[in-house]
C-alpha cells in the first residue's frame, strides 16, 4: 500500500521509484547543508531573516526536483531553466548573495543525485574557504578610507573651472570633477569630485581651506560613491 502511495501516475509498471527512506535521508541532508551555507552566510555579513530562510530551504528545493527528474533529459532542461528565470524576477543582489545561492544550488544538486556524501563535502569544503576569505578581508580596498566624494557650494560669480586647483595637490594624489550643478534658483553652483586623498588625517584641514575659498558655504565630504548593484 506505501509503495502504491509513492508511484507516480503515469509511471510504468517497470519504472523504478525511489523508496521513501532514500527520499527522506536525500532531503534530510538536504536540510543539513542548507543550515551549514546558512550558518555560513551570516558569518560577518548582514542579512535578512526571509534571505537566511530561503537559503536553509534552497538545497531541500533543488534535491526534490533532481529526484523527480532524474534520468528524463527534457524535463531536466525545462528545471534548469526555470531556474535561471528567478534570478530575472528578482532583486538584484550583491554577488556574494548570488554566488552562495548557486552553491546551495549545487549542493542540493548533489543530495538529489544521491551523492550524500560529496555533497557535505562540498559544503564543508566551500564553507570553510568563504569563511576564510572572509576573515582575510581577501579582495578589501586597503586604500578605500582614502577615496572620498566632494560635494561643495560655490557662488555663482565664482569661476569653478580652476579654483581649486592650487589647492588640491596638497591634500589629494587625484581628482576630479564630475557633476557641476546650479541651485538656489541658478544663484549658486554645486561642484562634485571624485578625490583620492594622501591621509584621512588631512580630511578636516581639507575642509578648513576649502570654507576660506567658497565664502563658508555649504560642504560635503563622504565614501566615494560606487555603483549600486555590484557583481
Not at 94 to 119: C, D, N, P, S, V
Not at 186 to 198: E, Q
Request: aromatic share 12%.
Amino acid at each position: 500500500m506505501l509503495d502504491f502511495l509513492f508511484r507516480g501516475l503515469f509511471d510504468a509498471s517497470s519504472t523504478s521509484t525511489i523508496s521513501v527512506i532514500d527520499f527522506l535521508l536525500c532531503v534530510g541532508s538536504a536540510l543539513v547543508v542548507g543550515l551549514l551555507f546558512a550558518a555560513m552566510y551570516m558569518y560577518r555579513t548582514r542579512y535578512t531573516k526571509s534571505f537566511v530562510v530561503t537559503l536553509a530551504l534552497l538545497p531541500a528545493v533543488v534535491c526534490v526536483v533532481i529526484m523527480m527528474v532524474n534520468g528524463n533529459v527534457g524535463t531536466g532542461v525545462a528545471v534548469a531553466g526555470a531556474f535561471s528565470l528567478v534570478r530575472f524576477r528578482s532583486v538584484p543582489g550583491t554577488a556574494k548573495e548570488i554566488g552562495i545561492l548557486f552553491l546551495a544550488m549545487g549542493a542540493g544538486l548533489i543530495a538529489g543525485m544521491g551523492y550524500l556524501g560529496y555533497a557535505f563535502l562540498f559544503s564543508l569544503i566551500l564553507s570553510a574557504a568563504s569563511m576564510l576569505y572572509s576573515r582575510l578581508d581577501f579582495g578589501a580596498k586597503k586604500k578605500a578610507a582614502l577615496y572620498k566624494t566632494l560635494h561643495i557650494t560655490i557662488p555663482e560669480d565664482l569661476d569653478y573651472t580652476g579654483v581649486f586647483e592650487e589647492l588640491f595637490p596638497a591634500y589629494a594624489s587625484s581628482w576630479e570633477l564630475i557633476q557641476v550643478k546650479t541651485t538656489n534658483m541658478g544663484s549658486l553652483f554645486r561642484l562634485t569630485y571624485n578625490l583620492t586623498l594622501h591621509s584621512a588625517d588631512q580630511e578636516k584641514e581639507l575642509i578648513d581651506k576649502l570654507r576660506c575659498r567658497n565664502g563658508n558655504l555649504e560642504i560635503t565630504i563622504s565614501r566615494q560613491e560606487t555603483t549600486v548593484y555590484e557583481l
